[in-house]
């Protein structure tokens, strides 16, 4: 195989996972991207990174995974707080330059409301999940973001390119919904507001919530609604762009 071809390196987000060992069936956090990326033929690999733990600790974590790919330069696809990671790599923690284009799926780049709400104590029923991550929410939050965006600059020899998505909040996947509050009236996945998301090179947003850009529809589907959004597009888009 040809090591000047990028190696696709797909980063989880705020307590993710790479897969689960369910009985008869291997449940990934991106779904169904494995077997997609065999079928494209690319070099790829998925990376477990501290769930819950802050972008520096995940960074690292990413960067020790990466010494063991084998040659040739990066694409790293970081979705969610993955995308922060993937950003503090490229501008950290890649000696060799490595790194060739910066993908973010969904990412928080200005911070998520939501963790700071959770950082206040709100929604009581999740307040001792709260103090667990709490290190995390911390980096996701609306000022430690601003703060990472004027502390970590974007490589000039790197692209940079973001997608985003909102739904309308009726559209939202039940478990989104109590979390709406959070954003006032911006459009939004039910996690990250689209003016978030949006880093170097935006692309158009999608009609998806948060979850459905990894593949996890999981509010029924819809005609009006364009649900279930088809993921694999979106990913198929991407290695044809950097390969």
Wanted: aromatic share 12%.
């Amino acid at each position: 195989m040809n090591d000047r071809k990028p190696i696709f390196v797909f980063v989880h987000g705020f307590l993710g996972f790479v897969r689960l060992p369910v009985p008869f069936v291997d449940v990934h956090y991106f779904r169904k991207i494995p077997e997609f990326m065999d079928r494209l033929g690319v070099r790829y690999a998925l990376v477990k990174v501290p769930a819950a733990k802050g972008v520096v600790a995940r960074a690292t974590a990413l960067a020790g995974a990466l010494a063991d790919l084998g040659d040739g330069p990066l694409v790293l696809v970081g979705y969610s707080m993955g995308g922060l990671d993937a950003r503090y790599l490229a501008a950290r923690l890649d000696p060799e330059r490595r790194v060739r284009a910066v993908v973010t799926i969904g990412t928080p780049h200005r911070g998520s409301p939501i963790a700071d709400a959770l950082l206040r104590g709100e929604f009581a029923w999740m307040r001792p999940l709260a103090r667990l991550w709490r290190p995390a929410l911390v980096d996701l939050s609306l000022p430690a973001c601003a703060a990472f965006n004027d502390a970590v600059p974007d490589r000039p020899d790197v692209r940079y390119v973001s997608f985003a998505a909102s739904r309308p909040v009726p559209e939202l996947f039940a478990l989104l919904r109590p979390f709406a509050s959070c954003f006032g009236r911006q459009d939004h996945d039910g996690q990250v507001a689209l003016d978030s998301a949006a880093w170097g090179d935006c692309r158009a947003p999608f009609r998806a919530d948060h979850y459905e850009l990894i593949g996890w529809s999981l509010a029924p589907a819809a005609q009006a609604a364009a649900r279930p959004f088809p993921h694999l597009d979106l990913y198929r888009d991407i290695v044809r762009e950097f390969s």
